[in-house]
C-alpha cells in the first residue's frame, strides 16, 4: 500500500516513480532559482523549508514532523516523545569544522523527522552547510553506495567512517550545476530511486 498521497496513487510502485520525478524536478528549481541561498545554513527550519520544497506536492506532511516512530531494520530513529528536543539540541550544534558537520548531519539522521524523504533533504542540507562554512560540498558521484549506507547505519555508534567517505569526496565546485545534479541523483539511487536523471528534467 501506498503512503497516503496529493497525486491519489494507491500502488507503492507507482508513487515512487511520480515522487522521485516530481521532487527531482523541484530540487533543481532550489538550485537554479538560488532559494538555499537565502536560508541559513545548519538550521532545521531550512530543513523543513527543503522538505516542503522537494514533497509539497506530493504529500500532505510535507515539511511537517512525524507524529509516528519509525526504525530502520534493527534500528530506531528518535522516539516522537524527544523529537522535538533533540531538533532544537541540533541546531545548537556547533558546525564550523568539517568534523562539526558530519556530527551534526549523523544526528539529524538518526532524528529522522520527516515520514518520508528524510535522507533525500538531509543531503541537500548537508551540502548547503559545507558550502556556507568550509567552502565545499560532497561529490555525491565519488561516495559509493554500499559503502554509504553501512558507514551511515554504523555513525550513531562510530562516524569515523562516514566522516572518512565524505571527505574523500569533498570538491570546491560549490556552485556548479553538474556538481549539484549528480548529487541529486545519488540521493536517489541511495535510497532505491534510479528511473530519472536530474539533468533530464
Known amino acids: 500500500m501506498a503512503l497516503d498521497n496529493k497525486l491519489g496513487l494507491t500502488s507503492s510502485a507507482d508513487l515512487a516513480r511520480e515522487e522521485e520525478h516530481i521532487s527531482k524536478k523541484k530540487a533543481v528549481e532550489l538550485f537554479e532559482k538560488g532559494i538555499l541561498n537565502i536560508l541559513p545554513a545548519g538550521k532545521f527550519s531550512t530543513l523543513q523549508t527543503i522538505h516542503r520544497y522537494l514533497f509539497g506536492d506530493i504529500y500532505d506532511f510535507a515539511g511537517e514532523l512525524r507524529t509516528v516512530n519509525i526504525a530502520k531494520g534493527n534500528f530506531r530513529f528518535a522516539p516522537i516523545m524527544y523529537l522535538q528536543a533533540a531538533l532544537d539540541s541540533i541546531d545548537k550544534m556547533p558546525q564550523s569544522t568539517f568534523d562539526e558537520i558530519i556530527e551534526k548531519y549523523v544526528e539529524m539522521n538518526i532524528a529522522h523527522q520527516f515520514r518520508e524523504g528524510n535522507g ?13 562554512e568550509i567552502g565545499n560540498v560532497v561529490d555525491w558521484s565519488k561516495v559509493d553506495k554500499e559503502d554509504y549506507l553501512l558507514a ?23 556552485d556548479s550545476r553538474e556538481v549539484y545534479m549528480k548529487g541529486i541523483d545519488h540521493s536517489y539511487y541511495y535510497e532505491g530511486y534510479q528511473s530519472f536523471r536530474a539533468d533530464e528534467l
Open 120 to 132: 533525500r533533504s538531509a543531503r541537500i542540507w548537508l551540502d548547503h552547510i559545507l558550502k556556507n
Open 152 to 174: 551511515m547505519e554504523r555513525s550513531p555508534i562510530k562516524d569515523i567512517e562516514i566522516k572518512h567517505l565524505l571527505k574523500e569526496a569533498l570538491t570546491d565546485e560549490t
